[in-house]
């Protein structure tokens, strides 16, 4: 994350905050521009204080009240560096904090016993951003270089190899992170997998009002609006055939609680399809429609179970060409 992008992001905040958060705090939609994301996980942030440590599950709480999707929040203040994560404990590593802020509050995991979770102060919502503000100290633009190489490496290493093959020595050295250093970053090897893990669903979990991959009309009819859904989810998956082959081969090393959250962000993407083909096939029964998009979803994840010669566009086309049959929906281009 570069001094330019954490300039970008302070000037956007004020209009971050009138455009995609209500009247009640909440988040709407996460926007397209990297900029504006660092804005919105900016104001998010501020809901934690610095110097407390908090159970995962108090994190999933603070989050849920701001946006249904709490897991991409949480990967995103991780990803920007915002929050860090170990042994099962958060706590927030940067963003910025009003001047008349607490730095230390009593409560602070500072003064307890190590992987003791403080309580959580009350706080207020994201308008408390727009107070005057001073830096916080942040994570290093270098250690969010090093976190992103470190999953790239790790990604292309379970692709390879498998993901029983590969030890965290293998992966710091592909990464350049000798020694001890990786395990600043991630704790474990599973913690490695369920962060690629999370990189493929955020690479996948396309929404053409969010993303900017595909775009459409506020008004678009709910037929449209998923047809482009599938054409962008295909073009996702075709090119990232090899991280959809981690996906499918190695889910099941995944640590329980990790698999629980993975399946819950499949399920919000699965949601959203469902209730889209409901409104465009309204003489469909629930099983039906049920059953359509489970069949949809694994035929476009099946690019990770076979070598294709086609080029990623050609394989894309013609995987939603299929998908689109399937849910009887018209092909958009």
Known sequence: MNNDLQRAAAANADAVLHRFFNSAGRLSTLPAKQSRQLAVYDLIVQRFVPGVRYTELEVN???????????????????????????????RS?????????????NSSAA????????????????????????APAASARGAARREAILT?????????GYAAVGMDDI?????VTG?????????????????????????????????EATADDDADPATELSQLVHAYAAAVSSRRRLMAVFIREVHHLPPEDGELLV?????????WRTLLA?????????????????????????????????DRELADQLSELALAALRLPATG
């Open 180 to 212: 001890p250093a990786i395990y600043r970053h991630f704790g474990a090897k599973a913690t490695v997998l369920t962060a690629v893990f999370d990189r493929v669903i955020d690479a996948v979990a396309i929404d053409p009002n969010v993303s900017g």
């Open 61 to 91: 709480r603070e989050l849920m009240a701001v946006y249904d999707d709490y897991v991409t929040l949480r990967r995103g203040l991780i990803d920007f560096g915002l929050m860090d994560r170990a042994g099962g404990l958060y706590w």
């Open 279 to 311: 409104q465009a096939q309204p003489e469909w029964d629930a099983e039906r429609v049920r059953t359509a998009v489970h069949g949809a979803f694994g035929m476009l994840n099946a690019v990770g179970t076979f070598a294709s010669p086609l080029t």
């Open 264 to 272: 819950e962000r499949q399920r919000v993407l699965v949601g959203r």
């Open 112 to 135: 307890e016993p190590a992987g003791a979770p403080a309580p959580t102060p009350h706080r207020a919502g994201p308008a408390a951003a727009l107070a005057p503000q001073r830096a």
């Open 172 to 176: 710091g050295a592909a990464a350049g």
């Open 153 to 161: 490496a790790a990604a292309q290493l379970f692709a390879e190899r």
């Open 94 to 106: 940067g963003g910025t904090v009003p001047v008349d802020a607490v730095s230390r509050p009593e």
